[in-house]
């Protein structure tokens, strides 16, 4: 892509983040996007972060833990729970979505020759293409092989140990099933590690006390994955004797809404919450700030797995952040999450969640449970959202719909860089 043609769409897509652009005259336009780029200019002087949004997901209301992912420059969401009607608060009822959307980014590219002989600029644009095949959120998602490995979730009755490889076969989006899990799960958090999918805790039911402490794996085999596509009514026959295997538990408590990275080939599992029992005997959320990594590598004949490592605790108690974070050359990104801090505060008068981005960064001896430190970016997140998924193009790191506060949803797509990565 030219570099004329990405700083067209670089501004196209900064005017999306200032509604009131719509509202004023050409003058008062103009001035608005000075001020707009004086703005972005001082945010780039003090973080290295880099935000720019999208054209908005073609819900409305915006949706809350779907899955997502890419396929080339082609970004999916499927699923996705919100409060379409009312918030909660107002008696509202969480809706469960099956739409499957495509934002096809390929065309920036194709389009650069017209854009450069007729002056007008293609903007990319949301298609509804399939449905899953049930109203899903709240599972695991990851990029492979050209479609999306979607593991468990839940609808509004239930948790599923179901799992499928959302795919396009011949202009068709289709889901595939894969191995299911041990146990229903939602909540969970997850990635691609080396040659194995793994997730972690998580909740088995909707009504569970307590959050799982255990992991699995999924070894990945692109050969498997091309037998699918090709042989799409032989799924079943071919993913069967596939299974996903344990790894150690957990030494410290079980934890849903965490979230995970991939960094130097080890698995991270980083925040979320505990169930701990209430006064009132009922599940109460307990925060936590631990870090956790393990290895997933087989171990060697006669040698054990090696177990769970504690990293360096966050220095807040997060959950919910986008997941998995950013691991990048200047070292591991959460951006934003909840914090905490507004329990018991009333949802109509919640004031949205943390604009801090939590940097580990990359020292001169990055190793296993060593004593880094991580470092505080204040007002760096500019859309906190939470239980969101991320999806990563190129050096690009995309944010799609989330929790902007309790109960309410936002449609905002989101692209974030760090610069100098």
């Known amino acids: 892509m030219g570099q004329k043609y990405s700083l067209l769409f670089d501004k196209m897509m900064a005017m999306n983040i200032t509604p009131l652009v719509r509202w004023f005259c050409c003058g008062s336009i103009i001035a608005s996007l000075y001020a707009l780029g004086t703005a972005q200019a001082q945010t780039a002087s003090t973080t290295p972060l880099k935000w720019t949004q999208a054209p908005s997901h073609p819900d409305a209301v915006g949706l809350a833990s779907p899955f997502a992912g890419s396929v080339g420059r082609k970004l999916i969401v499927a699923g996705g729970a919100n409060f379409p009607d009312k918030k909660p608060w ?103 590690v080396e040659d194995s999918m793994v997730v972690f805790g998580g909740l088995e039911n909707p009504d ?23 042989s799409p009514e032989l799924a079943k026959h071919i993913s069967s004797g596939w299974r996903w295997e344990p790894l150690p538990l957990l030494s410290s408590a079980g934890r849903m809404l965490s979230t ?9 599992v980083l925040g979320g919450v505990e169930l701990v029992a209430g006064d009132d005997g009922k599940p109460k959320r307990k925060y ?16 054990e797995q090696e177990d769970w490592v504690r990293e360096l605790d966050l220095p807040v108690e997060l959950a919910a952040s986008p997941s998995p974070a950013f691991a990048t050359e200047s070292g591991l990104w959460i951006l934003g999450g909840d914090d905490g801090s507004q329990v018991g505060r009333e949802p109509s008068e919640h004031r949205g969640f943390t604009h801090r981005a939590f940097q580990l960064p990359r020292g001169d001896q990055w190793t296993v449970g060593s004593d880094r430190g991580w470092q505080v970016h204040e007002r760096a997140v500019v859309a906190p959202r939470v239980t969101v998924p991320t999806v990563l193009i190129g050096n690009e790191y995309w944010i799609f719909s989330g929790e902007q506060r309790p109960g309410v949803r936002s449609p905002e797509v989101w692209r974030v860089t760090v610069e100098g990565d």
């Open 288 to 303: 936590l700030s631990e870090c956790w990594s393990l290895s997933i590598v087989e171990p060697s004949p006669g040698k």
């Open 208 to 230: 569970a006390a307590k959050c799982l402490s255990v992991a699995w794996k999924l070894k990945l085999d692109e050969t498997k994955f091309d037998e699918l596509k090709r």
């Open 260 to 268: 995970a990275a991939c960094l130097e080939g080890r698995f991270w």
């Open 90 to 192: 107002e008696g509202g009822t969480k809706v469960w979505h099956d739409n499957i959307a495509v934002l096809d980014l390929t065309e920036r590219d194709s389009s650069k020759s017209n854009s450069d002989r007729t002056g007008s600029i293609y903007v990319p644009h949301w298609t509804l293409v399939a449905a899953l095949p049930k109203p899903l959120a709240y599972g695991v998602s990851a990029s492979f092989a050209d479609g999306l490995i979607c593991v468990g979730g839940s609808d509004a009755k239930r948790h599923y140990a179901e799992c499928f490889f959302l795919t396009e076969i011949d202009s068709q989006w289709v889901c595939l099933p894969l191995p299911p899990l041990p146990v229903p799960l939602a909540s969970a958090c997850g990635t691609i």
